[in-house]
């Protein structure tokens, strides 16, 4: 596609229900990155996958967090359980993976659990 | 290990004075780095990139950053502050070594008084 591609761009769910936030890089992308971002905050890293695999994991807040890129194109981040604290914007990025190639971002997901 | 550090965390400039927004990293390699930013309620946007090219960088709308290894430095700079570049900047570093991954600053928040 012409960018990245999130959806939903809204999302409202009670405590204790589980969410899926869906990403669509760029046609071609290597790589894929989700960070999570509180208002008045920078991005805050929490995963990325190169094609399929998964290469860091190490920002998911905890193991309530998962995300996967099964054909190394799409990717969903999902959060089970969802907390009151999970609320903010959570962003996907895509990059084509050659050399030191610029992230491009989505528009984002805003997440509020209520 | 990488990082970067956003001297300000808020700006304040009259319309039509320099914009000096100052960024310093920390990388044992040779990095790329980046400037973003983000407009209130959007999504962040690529405003230039230095990849070890030249080391004074456009970007767009009238933006440039300058490389100073020795200083560790990647100040973004602006001859004339307009209205509309009120909004939130993020320096963000890279390094080709730990597998593309992206480091963000905390931002700083530019004011633009008329």
């Known amino acids: 596609g012409a960018g990245v591609s999130q959806s939903p761009r809204y999302k409202v769910t009670k405590r204790g229900q589980d969410v899926a936030l869906r990403c669509d890089p760029i046609?071609?992308?290597?790589?894929l990155y989700w960070y999570r971002q509180a208002l008045g905050q920078g991005p805050e890293f929490l995963t990325y996958?190169?094609?399929?695999?998964?290469?860091?994991k190490s920002g998911l807040p905890n193991d309530r967090f998962s995300a996967e890129r099964p054909e190394g194109s799409i990717s969903t981040l999902t959060i089970q359980r969802t907390e009151q604290r999970d609320s903010a914007m959570y962003r996907c990025?895509?990059?084509?993976?050659?050399?030191?190639?610029?992230?491009?971002f989505g528009n984002g997901t805003r997440l509020t659990v209520t | 290990a990488q990082s970067v550090t956003q001297l300000d965390s808020h700006v304040s400039v009259s319309e039509g004075t320099p914009v000096l927004l100052r960024c310093n990293y920390s990388s044992s390699y040779s990095p790329s780095l980046f400037w973003y930013v983000q407009h209130p309620n959007k999504g962040l946007q690529l405003l230039l990139k230095y990849t070890s090219a030249a080391t004074l960088v456009k970007g767009i709308n009238g933006f440039e950053a300058e490389f100073k290894k020795s200083e560790t430095s990647f100040h973004l700079t602006k001859p004339s502050a307009h209205m509309s570049d009120a909004a939130e900047y993020f320096c963000v570093v890279s390094e080709s070594h730990t597998g593309n991954q992206f480091y963000f600053g905390t931002g700083t928040s530019l004011t633009v008084i008329p």
């Open positions: 996958f190169n094609y399929e695999a998964q290469q860091d």
């Open positions: 990025a895509s990059s084509s993976g050659q050399g030191i190639s610029p992230l491009h």
């Open positions: 046609s071609g992308h290597v790589s």
